[in-house]
C-alpha cells in the first residue's frame, strides 16, 4: 500500500521560504505515468493546485504562483519536496502531497500538514 | 474564483439523492479532460471516489455515481447516509493553465 508522508517546519516568517518533503513508502517515486503533485488548502477554504512533477525532467505550477514554487524530485531518497519562496499570511494553508496519474487524478494522498505564516 | 465552478452547499435527508454539478469550460472538461472527484471527511485529507468521468475506485460504496456532458460533469448520491455529510470537489485538467484545476468545493449536508 502506497503511503505518502509530509514534513516540515510548522511556522515560517513572512517573506521567507516555505520547505516540505513528501516520503514515498510502499512504492518507487520512479514509476512511469506517475505525477507527484502538491496542494494546498487554507484554512476554511478549498482545495488549490500548486503543482505536479514527473519523476524526470517535467514540471508543472500554477501560473497563480507567479514562479514562487520550486518541486524537485529525489529518486535516491524516494521522496520529493516543495519550496514556496517569499511567503506572505495569504501562504497558510494545509499542505498535502500526492501521486497524479494524468487520466486517473489524485490517488493517493499524504495526511497534509499545517504551515502557518506570521512573525 | 475556481476555474471550475461548483454550488457551495447541497443537503437531503437520508436516503434521499443529491447531486453536485461541476461546470467547466472548453479549455478544461469541453476539451475532453476527464473529471474526478473526491471526498473530505472534515479534518481530513481528500479521498478519490470517481475517476476518469464515470468510475469508481475499489471500496467506494456504488451509491457514488458521476457523468459527465459537454462543458460539465456531475457527481449523484442516492441513498444518502449520514456518514457522506463532508465536502466534495471535482477536479479536471486545464490546456490554458498547463495543470489541474479543482471546482471551489461542495458541502453535502445530511438533514
Known amino acids: 500500500q502506497l503511503q505518502l508522508q509530509e514534513s516540515g517546519p510548522g511556522l515560517v516568517k513572512p517573506s521567507e521560504t516555505l520547505s516540505l518533503t513528501c516520503s514515498v513508502s510502499?512504492?518507487?517515486?520512479?514509476?512511469?505515468?506517475?505525477?507527484w503533485g502538491w496542494i494546498r488548502q487554507p484554512p476554511g477554504k478549498g482545495l488549490e493546485w500548486i503543482g505536479s512533477s514527473y519523476h524526470v525532467g517535467t514540471t508543472y505550477y500554477n501560473p497563480s504562483l507567479k514562479s514562487r514554487a520550486t518541486i524537485s524530485v529525489d529518486t535516491s531518497r524516494n521522496q520529493f519536496s516543495l519550496k514556496l519562496s517569499s511567503v506572505t499570511a495569504a501562504d497558510t494553508a494545509v499542505y498535502y502531497c500526492?501521486?497524479?496519474?494524468?487520466?486517473?487524478?489524485?490517488?493517493?494522498w499524504g495526511q497534509g500538514t499545517l504551515v502557518s505564516v506570521s512573525s | 474564483q475556481s476555474v471550475l465552478t461548483q454550488p457551495p452547499s447541497v443537503s437531503g435527508a437520508p436516503g434521499q439523492r443529491v447531486t453536485i454539478s461541476c461546470t467547466g469550460s472548453n479549455f478544461n472538461i469541453g476539451a475532453g479532460y476527464e473529471v474526478h472527484w473526491y471526498q473530505q471527511l472534515p479534518g481530513r485529507a481528500p479521498k478519490r471516489i470517481i475517476y476518469d468521468n464515470t468510475n469508481r475506485p475499489s471500496g467506494v460504496p456504488d451509491r457514488f455515481s458521476a457523468s459527465k456532458s459537454g462543458t460539465s460533469a456531475s457527481l449523484a448520491i442516492t441513498g444518502l447516509q449520514a456518514e457522506d455529510e463532508a465536502d466534495y470537489y471535482c477536479?479536471?485538467?486545464?490546456?490554458?493553465?498547463?495543470?489541474?484545476?479543482f471546482g471551489g468545493g461542495t458541502k453535502v449536508t445530511v438533514l
Open positions: 510502499g512504492g518507487s517515486i520512479s514509476d512511469d505515468y506517475y505525477f
Open positions: 500526492a501521486r497524479l496519474k494524468t487520466n486517473s487524478g489524485f490517488d493517493y
Open positions: 477536479q479536471s485538467y486545464d490546456s490554458s493553465l498547463t495543470g489541474s484545476v
